[in-house]
């Protein structure tokens, strides 16, 4: 994955300055891609900043005519929509605060004080009912808002993080399942995972919020927002189950062989011995697959979830502002920017740390 | 110590029956459950649906389709749609990939710099979101009056307009066929040792090639419409734009999307089959007196395909599975054609089981030729060297 030419060495380096310096053809290339990137660079910079128009004192669209930038005004009069959805507008600072709540728990389970699986669990669902708390209402006095009504990005850091705490200990369970000796067990769960594995998401997202009424006994039924949730931590604890599997059998062998001559039993075996290092090994897939999901709540939008791409559609779509859907999209896009770059940054820290640890 | 044996063994067998046996209970129950309510609807288990008429039409279509055609058609349609787009997103992503992989590993820190950029910028957005970004752009582009024209072609919001040649459609489909075969060919004749190494290979590869080409070229020609030019340029007509091929919004933005973000993920695999090649490979083949070009795709290029084939072939399986997405610009691929049938016949568990099995055969199909491939052209014993 990080086969990289190294970066300590300095002859390699000379010899790569020298090479590109010696020969006219990469010079004129380098020029030709610099010169390429600045008028571009350039070109973006006038429209986003230099002629961009950036509120409108009177929440209409008068200020963006005849302007050649951007018209940012939009996301000014516009942002609440986009961020909280249909979340009623004197409640949306729970709305904010929930999601606040969930970044600060997703940041604070990234530090190494709480890497132990307690901790961040105890941390996880703290953190979590905290956020259904304040987004359902109903108790302390908050007044209770229906999952319809959520919406906008808090709606997709809910589902991101509902998936993602169902999904782990799913994986977890699945891997080990069909790493079972028992041959039923393992060829059912097998092609399970495998099944799930080679269908599309949207195609499951679609089963579990318009077909499993038909399927499901109405006392099972509960909200289509859970229904869509334990679809989606279903997908992903399929694939996330396949990287654990893959990091217990990355083990050698004589691990497990000395954990049971030891006389420890399968659960100690497993929860001591074979999990902590299989995690260790299935790391660098892990962090990829959660980046990956983050992306993939996106498609809840194909089945009428009010999501930030959905609710970002809504705010240019009336016409007093379908001119600025640019704008909106950059916008929304940049959201999804900021969190998927984040995490695989820090995945990538995460990659470097532990293979210092393991030298 | 035997009563112990066989008490394991005896509980390992209650626990595969009780796993067993709950699988099937919670299979037969969503079955039965699911039964009840389609009874209660008015609609009885059953695939005879498929023949009756839908009595609705659809926008991309392959082959003929309207409003009197059956469902099984709309289905077949559907699965032709995304196979269509599949194809050419699954290329356009290597080609795309393929150009990055080279900016980010031919030595120049300029062209690095650039393909990171495109690389880190693309893959951090989700394709949905760029699918609908293209899509409106593409239908806000201005109308057939005004469209931006140049090389005999036309943007509009319509769609694109291109030449084409004045060919039935199942002639031109046929000779594309053809030609794909033909090309298939070549490949697994050129990068399988056992048959590169035949006495004649050379001689085999020109006479593939020559046949594919005549093939390709006789097809065409005897799909050619009477009374009309060969070449048929679009052109402005009233309101609208006629003859030329016309390429639909809809189909492009998800070209589009899939070209570019499939393409980000596609340039980081074979980047790193790049650098996984070792050094030594490119040394001995340079210290042989080899051009740059012939050190690259007789040497770079082929040791990198070998090293990343299986990750590309997952990548190429989730391709393929991100046509579903059509469904968010309204292009009838599998997935929308499904999702309508449900929505006016009503047969719910049948349709979602039709959708189910064809996702399961078309990507194990796909992987399992990919991987016959892969099998084919792998290294094997001393060509492993570093």
Excluded at chain 2, 287 to 306: C, D, E, N
């Amino acid at each position: 994955m990080s086969v990289t030419t190294l970066p300590h060495d300095p002859t390699r380096k000379q010899a790569h300055r020298k090479r590109r310096l010696s020969r006219p053809i990469d010079m004129a290339f380098s020029a030709l891609g610099i010169g390429l990137a600045a008028l571009v660079l350039w070109r973006i910079f006038n429209w986003a900043v230099l002629n961009a128009v950036w509120i409108s004192p009177d929440g209409t669209s008068k200020v963006c005519r005849g302007i050649s930038g951007a018209c940012w005004a939009v996301i000014d009069v516009r942002w609440r929509l986009i961020l909280f959805g249909l979340f009623p507008f004197e409640e949306q600072w729970r709305s904010s605060l929930a999601c606040l709540v969930i970044v600060i728990v997703a940041i604070l389970s990234c530090l190494p004080r709480f890497w132990r699986a307690p901790r961040l669990a105890g941390l996880w669902i703290a953190g979590f009912v905290a956020f259904y708390v304040l987004m359902a209402g109903g108790i302390f006095g908050l007044t209770s808002v229906a999952p319809e009504k959520w919406g906008g990005l808090t709606l997709t850091v809910f589902i991101y993080a509902a998936g993602m705490l169902i999904g782990m200990p799913t994986a977890i369970g699945l891997a080990l399942l069909r790493r079972s000796t028992m041959p039923v067990i393992a060829k059912i769960t097998g092609l399970f995972i495998d099944g799930i594995r080679s269908l599309p998401l949207i195609t499951i997202l679609f089963t579990a919020a318009l077909i499993m009424p038909f399927v499901l006994p109405p006392w099972l039924l509960g909200d289509k927002i859970w229904r869509v949730v334990i679809g989606f931590s279903l997908f992903f604890a399929a694939y996330e189950a396949e990287n654990i599997r893959s990091g217990i059998q990355a083990l050698p062998a004589g691990q497990e062989e000395a954990a049971k001559a030891l006389g420890l039993t399968y659960w100690q075996r497993t929860t001591r011995i074979v999990l902590p290092q299989a995690f260790r090994n299935a790391l660098p897939p892990t962090i990829n697959q959660f980046v990956i999901s983050f992306k993939e709540t996106s498609l809840i939008v194909i089945i009428g979830f009010f999501d930030v791409m959905a609710s970002g559609k809504a705010a240019f779509g009336t016409g007093d502002w379908s001119f600025a859907w640019v704008e909106v999209y950059v916008f929304v896009a940049l959201i999804y920017f900021v969190f998927v770059f984040s995490l695989s940054r820090y995945g990538a820290y995460l990659e470097r740390r532990l293979r210092v640890g393991q030298h | 110590m035997l009563s112990m044996f066989t008490s394991r063994k005896a509980r390992a067998f209650a626990l595969q029956a009780i796993f067993l046996a709950v699988v099937i209970a919670v299979i037969g129950g969503a079955f039965v459950e699911g039964r009840r309510n389609l009874a209660a609807q008015g609609i009885t288990f059953g695939f005879g649906f498929l023949n009756h008429t839908t009595g609705f039409d659809v926008g991309f279509k392959l082959i003929s389709y309207d409003s009197y055609s059956t469902y099984s058609r709309l289905i077949f349609l559907g699965i032709l749609d995304s196979l269509f787009v599949g194809a050419f997103g699954i290329v356009a992503a290597n080609l795309v990939g393929l150009v990055i992989a080279i900016m980010r590993t031919a030595g120049n820190s300029t062209f690095n710099a650039l393909g990171t950029v495109y690389v880190e910028i693309f893959r951090n957005i989700p394709l949905i979101l760029q699918v609908v970004f293209w899509y409106a752009l593409l239908t806000r582009l201005p109308p057939p009056r005004h469209a931006l024209s140049g090389f005999d072609s036309f943007l509009t919001s319509r769609g694109v307009y291109i030449p084409g040649l004045n060919v039935t459609g199942g002639h031109a489909a046929a000779a594309c066929a053809i030609v794909i075969a033909g090309l298939t060919g070549l490949t697994v004749l050129s990068m399988s040792r056992r048959l590169s190494r035949l006495p004649f290979a050379r001689l085999l590869r020109w006479g593939v090639g020559l046949a594919t080409l005549s093939g390709a070229v006789l097809t065409l020609h005897l799909g050619r419409i009477s009374g009309t030019p060969l070449v048929s340029l679009p052109k402005l007509q009233g309101f609208n734009i006629q003859e030329g091929i016309r390429i639909s919004p809809e189909f492009l933005s998800l070209l589009i999307g899939m070209a570019v973000y499939g393409g980000a993920y596609i340039s980081e695999i074979i980047r790193a089959g790049f650098l996984a090649t070792g050094k030594g490979q490119v040394e001995a083949a340079q210290s042989l007196g080899l051009t740059p070009w012939q050190v690259f795709h007789r040497v770079r290029l082929p040791l990198a395909i070998r090293a990343v084939l299986p990750t590309l072939i997952n990548q190429y399986v989730w391709l393929f599975k991100a046509t579903t997405l059509g469904i968010a610009v309204g292009y009838t691929d599998f997935f929308a054609v499904i999702s309508v049938s449900i929505n006016q016949a009503g047969h719910t568990l049948e349709l979602i089981g039709i959708l189910m099995l064809g996702f399961l055969v078309i990507n194990n199909a796909m992987a399992l030729v990919l991987n016959r491939v892969n099998k084919a052209i792998a290294l094997r014993g001393n060509q492993l060297r570093s």
